[in-house]
């Protein structure tokens, strides 16, 4: 499978942005999805996951209640709704998938390119 994300940009801190990662070329409705992001000079880490169907999702303590992770398995795209961003969440956002029923930092099998999310005044 083919992912594409897109959405990134530039926002004041407070702001929102929603991203996007759209699927092509396998079957996306079994697939575990996530995203990850990673700054300059750090880790490529963990944001959030979300089951096949939708009904379990996982954060990073530091982005829950800022962050929603869905997905719209008829349009095979995953969605990252990021509200009051701080200037910490400054990154390249990745989307994953895997062809578990759920996504890990271990069973990853599909990237997709990056997209920058800048906060900033």
């Known amino acids: 499978v083919q992912l594409q994300a897109s959405g990134g940009g530039l926002v004041q801190p407070g702001g929102s942005l929603r991203l996007s990662c759209a699927a092509s070329?396998?079957?996306?409705?079994?697939?575990?999805m996530g995203w990850f992001r990673q700054a300059p000079g750090e880790e490529r880490v963990f944001v959030a996951g979300?089951?096949?169907?939708?009904?379990?999702?996982g954060y990073k303590d530091s982005v829950r209640g800022r962050f929603t992770i869905s997905r719209d398995n008829a349009k095979n795209t995953v969605y990252l709704q990021m509200n009051s961003l701080k200037p910490e969440d400054t990154a390249v956002y990745y989307c994953?998938?895997?062809?578990?029923?759920?996504?890990?930092?271990?069973?990853?099998?599909?990237w997709g390119q990056g997209t920058q999310v800048t906060v900033s005044s």
């Open positions: 070329g396998g079957s996306f409705v079994n697939y575990g």
């Open positions: 994953a998938g895997t062809t578990f029923p759920i996504l890990t930092r271990t069973n990853i099998q599909h």
């Open positions: 979300i089951s096949w169907n939708g009904y379990s999702t």
